[in-house]
């Protein structure tokens, strides 16, 4: 039986792609030039069979995992890297990253306003809670966005020639805020201004949804460390579970340290088995990632068709797999998250409902319907139940099915 979508969905959906050639020509091309850049590294440090082999207990002596560090490293420009399934998620591994770089005293620096949620109360940001950087005395400023929701580069300068500053965050991706996703060039500038302000401050770029997007990533631009999730971008849908640090040595030295114990570092740590799909899903990655970037062009097109407002617009050049659906009010929210849902390969028979979720102010609804669970790489969708009623669409293992979840949510919506 053929999924239940109308005539007129699906010929909006031709009229949606049809305009949407040249938008999808540039996502292959930079999928093309990724895949060769993963493919290349994968020859040179001559991955064969005994890879996927991994390790139990200890883990000593994992070929596997020691080689993909060197891969990762090398995708990504850097002296190291340290890619773990001991990461339990992006917030781990940046905390890692974190704690590696600064010590009692020191101040970490938010060069883009206030970081992902997540984070906030790993920097201690509201109150010191717990284990939070602030616990063990390290200080924390926010350069806060300008009026027009833009990187206050002024602000930034001043910021990191303060006393104390030694590490400066750049989030990448918009992540939910309401601020535009950052390219790589504009990382680059943000580099070389606060190298100049501050030579000693080492820059941490928070890459989650961002890896593959373009065909250079932060560290090829002035970064000393990117830092993501495994179950988004990089991990193309098949890593089951983990995350990835790449960068300067010492700091990928210290943030493995912080990850298992001091003097322990990255010689423990059994990969269970896991090797092949983190190899596998590196290898998809840069193709997942253009399948979700083209799922999202495609939301946008629908949904700009259909009268609604989205950023980024659909023929934006893309720096991140996130689109911003605006629906104004809560009932064609509901409605579009639960066709998201009723479109999922897994768990599509359920109704997702707003719900209180911890650490926001007010009800949250979120459709997914993942292999991997809470994997943003596969198709998801989110949204805070307040103004302006914003849904934040992410992710489509492939765009065939992907393009099916957004028509489906379409159909629902259009469904009084
Ligand atoms: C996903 C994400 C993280 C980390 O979130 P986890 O759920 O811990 O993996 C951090 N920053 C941004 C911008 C993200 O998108």
């Not at 997942?288 to 609604?308: D, H, I, N, P, S």
Request: charge should be negative; proline fraction near 5%.
């Amino acid at each position: 039986m053929a999924l239940q979508i109308s005539e007129r969905v699906r010929a909006l959906a031709a009229e949606a792609q049809a305009g949407l050639r040249s938008q999808f020509d540039r996502i292959d091309a930079i999928a093309e030039e990724n895949t060769q850049k993963v493919l290349a590294a994968f020859q040179k440090h001559r991955v064969a069979e005994s890879y996927f082999a991994g390790t139990t207990g200890y883990g000593y002596d994992d070929i596997g995992r020691d080689k993909l560090d060197e891969i990762f490293a090398e995708i990504f420009g850097t002296e190291d890297a340290l890619v773990r399934i001991g990461f339990v998620n992006g917030t781990h591994a940046i905390t890692a990253a974190l704690f590696g770089a600064l010590r009692p005293g020191d101040v970490l620096v938010s060069a883009v306003g206030a970081p992902y949620d997540t984070l906030l109360g790993v920097i201690g940001v509201v109150d010191k809670g717990p284990g939070s950087l602030k616990e063990y005395g390290v200080g924390y400023r926010q350069v806060e966005l300008t009026a027009d929701n833009q990187p206050d580069l002024a602000g930034l300068s001043a910021a990191v020639k303060e006393p104390g500053v030694k590490a400066v965050l750049i989030q990448r991706s918009k992540g939910y805020s309401t601020r535009s996703s950052l390219s790589v060039d504009e990382i680059g500038a943000m580099c070389a201004l606060i190298r100049a302000a501050n030579p000693d401050a080492s820059i941490l770029v928070d890459n989650c949804y961002g890896e593959f997007v373009e065909t250079r990533e932060p560290t090829e631009a002035g970064a000393d460390l990117v830092v993501g999730s495994l179950i988004k971008n990089p991990g193309g849908g098949l890593a089951p579970t983990g995350g990835y640090i790449a960068g300067r040595r010492d700091l990928v030295e210290a943030a493995a340290m912080r990850l298992t114990a001091p003097g322990i570092g990255r010689e423990c740590g059994s990969t269970l088995g896991n090797n092949r799909s983190l190899y596998q899903g590196l290898f998809l990655a840069p193709h997942t990632t253009a399948q979700a970037v083209k799922t999202a062009v495609f939301a946008a097109r629908m949904m700009e068709l259909l009268g609604y407002r989205t950023e980024p617009a659909s023929d934006a050049v893309r720096h991140d797999i996130i689109q911003m659906l605006h629906f104004g009010s809560p009932e064609p929210l509901k409605k579009f998250c639960r066709g998201i849902q009723f479109g999922a390969p897994v768990d599509s028979y359920v109704t997702p409902e707003p719900w209180d979720m911890p650490g926001y102010d007010c009800q949250v609804i979120m459709a997914a319907g993942a292999f991997i669970q809470g994997a943003s790489i596969e198709l998801s969708c989110d949204a805070p139940m307040r103004e302006p009623y914003t849904a934040y669409l992410q992710g489509g293992l492939t765009y065939e099915s992907g393009k099916a979840g957004v028509m489906l949510a379409v159909e629902e919506l259009l469904n009084f």
